[in-house]
């Protein structure tokens, strides 16, 4: 019998705390293609906002209120894309991937 598999979800819940799916190593269930698909959207979302980051900063007239809004939404795509580059790294060790030290 197989030892059930641990994925980290890509969002947390309602009071912050991290999201698990355990599962049978079955990564095609509703849960997992659902997680899939936000972490397409997140990498995605990051991708545009790096765009309007580079227009925003290339702008010489840009308020301070402009570059902290920013910020904050900079800091939540990185916070995404970490979680999903962990959930990924998580998966891939547990396929016989290398483990990162």
């Not at 990498?43 to 227009?55: F, K, Q, S």
Request: aromatic share 2%; glycine share 12%; with cysteine.
């Amino acid at each position: 019998m197989s030892s059930p598999v641990t994925r980290l979800l890509p969002w947390t819940g309602a009071d912050g705390r991290t999201c698990l799916l355990v599962t049978d190593h079955d990564t095609h269930g509703h849960v997992s293609r659902v997680a899939d698909q936000v972490e397409t959207v997140q990498l995605g979302m990051g991708v545009e906002l790096i765009g309007h980051a580079e227009e925003l900063l290339a702008d010489p007239g840009a308020e301070p209120a402009q570059i902290r809004y920013l910020a904050a939404r900079l800091t939540e795509a990185l916070r995404d894309a970490l979680r999903v580059a962990v959930s990924r790294g998580d998966r891939l060790r547990g396929a016989g991937g290398p483990a990162s030290g």
